[in-house]
């Protein structure tokens, strides 16, 4: 079965230390998200790719990047943590209709960071 | 610019009681309304969505959600809550005025189930 899954589960890291999250989708979409839920903010979007190679920045994007070089990966880097990043992140995919409107987006199942 | 708002973050029913829980949304354009389940420690899955067609929508476990124009609304329901539904529920909105691929998810609505 097509699934999408995130690496790790789990991580601590330090203050100003780069780290990247790893998202993996079988499900062989053009689209994919990543974003962060915090209490009370609900899931906000931080980067997303329409295909290989286009990344675009969400609304809160500054201190992360991504790169999109084949289909089925979209890691997401912190450039040098801060503890205003903690915080559990998903991944998520859509396909493609055309117009783009009314897709379903498929989570992984997170990524829970601590930056101490 | 669209946005979503739940009323309540947290709701308690009792096992057989109705479920609802509260979604209104803003957008400038006809919008694409989807609600998303977060059971612990799992990411989102969805529930139902409306597109285009008929406004009352039916989802996966005996949800419902209807699509009111007028009020600029999109709530939840379920006639008879079940211990299982415990999970918490986002509401999202997505349409032409932000190109369609990004949606806008609400803050999240706890539902608590009591025995």
């Known amino acids: 079965d097509a699934e999408i899954t995130q690496s790790p589960r789990h991580k601590i890291t330090e203050t100003g230390r780069q780290v990247t999250l790893a998202c993996h989708q079988t499900?062989?979409?053009?689209?994919m998200f990543w974003y962060r839920q915090d209490l009370g903010h609900g899931l906000r979007l931080i980067h997303y790719?329409?295909?290989?190679?286009?990344?675009n920045k969400g609304e809160v994007s500054d201190g992360y990047s991504v790169s999109r070089s084949n289909t089925e990966d979209l890691p997401l880097t912190l450039e040098s943590a801060a503890s205003s990043q903690t915080s559990v992140y998903f991944c998520?995919?859509?396909?493609?209709?055309?117009?783009?409107?009314?897709?379903?987006?498929?989570f992984g199942p997170g990524t829970r960071l601590l930056v101490l | 610019a669209q946005s979503v708002t739940q009323l309540g973050s947290h709701v308690s029913v009792s096992e057989g009681a109705l479920v609802l829980l509260r979604c209104n949304y803003s957008?400038?354009?006809?919008?694409?309304l989807f609600w998303y389940v977060q059971y612990p420690n799992q990411g989102l899955q969805l529930l139902l969505k409306?597109?285009?067609?008929?406004?009352l929508v039916k989802g996966i476990n005996g949800f419902e959600a209807e699509f009111k124009k007028s009020e600029t609304s999109f709530h939840l329901t379920k006639p008879s809550a079940h211990m299982s539904d415990a999970a918490e529920y986002f509401c999202?909105?997505?349409?032409?005025?932000?190109?369609?691929?990004?949606?806008?998810f609400g803050a999240g609505t706890r539902l608590f189930v009591k025995a």
């Open positions: 998520a995919s859509s396909d493609s209709t055309g117009t783009g409107i009314g897709e379903t987006q498929y």
């Open positions: 499900w062989n979409h053009n689209n």
């Open positions: 790719s329409y295909g290989v190679q286009d990344t």
């Open positions: 957008s400038s354009v006809p919008p694409y």
């Open positions: 409306y597109t285009t067609g008929a406004t």
């Open positions: 999202a909105v997505s349409d032409r005025s932000t190109g369609g691929f990004k949606t806008i």
